[in-house]
T-cell receptor, first 113, second 115 residues
Framework: DTGVSQDPRHKITKRGQNVTFRCDPI?????LYWYRQTLGQGPEFLTY????????KSRLLSDRFSAERPKGSFSTLEIQRTEQGDSAMYLC???????????FGNGTRLTVT | AQTVTQSQPEMSVQEAETVTLSCTYD???????LFWYKQPPSRQMILVIR??????QNATENRFSVNFQKAAKSFSLKISDSQLGDAAMYFC????????????FGKGMKLTVNP
C-alpha cells in the first residue's frame, strides 16, 4: 500500500493559464474523489468517480474545471483560465468500496498570481 | 443541505490530559455517517473515527471516543491521554447514507498539545 499519490505538490501559475493535476489512487481502490481546501476551511467536495464513471459533481465544479479518470486508475483535474480564487489545496482521496474509509493524498497546492 | 459546525477554532491540552472537541451538524436525514479526520501539519488527512447514525453505541478507537447525541445533532470527540503527536487540525465530517459519496466537512479545529 503506497498510498494516494498526487503530482505536483506545488504549482504556481499566472491568472488565465491552464493547469492540470494528477492523482494516483491506491491500486485496488475503484473510488476516487477530488476535494478543494482553502485556507482556514475544511475540504469541499468537487467530484467523485467509480472506476472510470464520474458519478457526482459539485456545483463548485464550474465549466472551467474538468476531471477525468479514463481507465479507472489515475485521475486528472484540469482548471482552465485560472483565477486568483482558484488558489487552494486540491486533495485527492480513494476508497475501496462504498462506506469504506477515504485515504487522502498530500494534496497539490495551487497558487494563482 | 447538510451543514457541519465546529465552533471552537483552536484548543490546547496538556500532554496526558483529556480534551473534548465539539461538533454539531444539521440534517433532515435519518441515515447518515459521521467522521472525525485529523490533518497534521504538512501531512495527509487521516480518519480518526467514524459513527453510523443507526448505532446507539458510541464508537471508540483506542484513546479516541465519541459522544454521539442524535437528537441534539451533536458529535464530540474525546481524546484521552493526549500525546504530542495528536497535535493537528481536526475536522468533523458528515456523509449521507442515501447513496451520495460526498463528505461535508466542518471548518476544522486546531489542537495544540503542550508538553
Amino acid at each position: 500500500d503506497t498510498g494516494v499519490s498526487q503530482d505536483p505538490r506545488h504549482k504556481i501559475t499566472k491568472r488565465g493559464q491552464n493547469v492540470t493535476f494528477r492523482c494516483d489512487p491506491i491500486s485496488e481502490h475503484n473510488r476516487l474523489y477530488w476535494y478543494r481546501q482553502t485556507l482556514g476551511q475544511g475540504p469541499e467536495f468537487l467530484t467523485y468517480f467509480q472506476n472510470e464513471a464520474q458519478l457526482e459533481k459539485s456545483r463548485l465544479l464550474s465549466d472551467r474545471f474538468s476531471a477525468e479518470r479514463p481507465k479507472g486508475s489515475f485521475s486528472t483535474l484540469e482548471i482552465q483560465r485560472t483565477e486568483q480564487g482558484d488558489s487552494a489545496m486540491y486533495l485527492c482521496a480513494s476508497s475501496l468500496r462504498q462506506q469504506s474509509p477515504l485515504h487522502f493524498g498530500n494534496g497539490t497546492r495551487l497558487t494563482v498570481t | 443541505a447538510q451543514t457541519v459546525t465546529q465552533s471552537q477554532p483552536e484548543m490546547s491540552v496538556q500532554e496526558a490530559e483529556t480534551v473534548t472537541l465539539s461538533c454539531t451538524y444539521d440534517t433532515s436525514e435519518s441515515d447518515y455517517y459521521l467522521f472525525w479526520y485529523k490533518q497534521p501539519p504538512s501531512r495527509q488527512m487521516i480518519l480518526v473515527i467514524r459513527q453510523e447514525a443507526y448505532k446507539q453505541q458510541n464508537a471508540t478507537e483506542n484513546r479516541f471516543s465519541v459522544n454521539f447525541q442524535k437528537a441534539a445533532k451533536s458529535f464530540s470527540l474525546k481524546i484521552s491521554d493526549s500525546q504530542l503527536g495528536d497535535a493537528a487540525m481536526y475536522f468533523c465530517a458528515y456523509r449521507s447514507g442515501g447513496g451520495s459519496e460526498k463528505l461535508v466537512f466542518g471548518k476544522g479545529m486546531k489542537l495544540t498539545v503542550n508538553p
